[in-house]
């Protein structure tokens, strides 16, 4: 996890975006693990896929939404 946080970091260092949008947007890419955890963990591990957790993943893609659509 160390690992992976520091990756992170130095992406976020060397990100720029040719419309001048910062870090911020590339930040809300992490939001996108959950997405990933959960298929891997349905199909390797097996584990059911609740709808409490699609509720859950519907409500960060509706505040990452939220924050896309902000000022800029």
Known sequence: MGITFALWLAALKHASLPDGGGNARVANLIFLSPFLSL??????????????TIAGLGLIIAGNAVMQTGKQ
Do not use: M
Request: overall charge negative.
């Open 39 to 52: 298929v891997l963990i349905h199909f390797i591990v097996g584990e059911e896929i609740l709808l409490s």
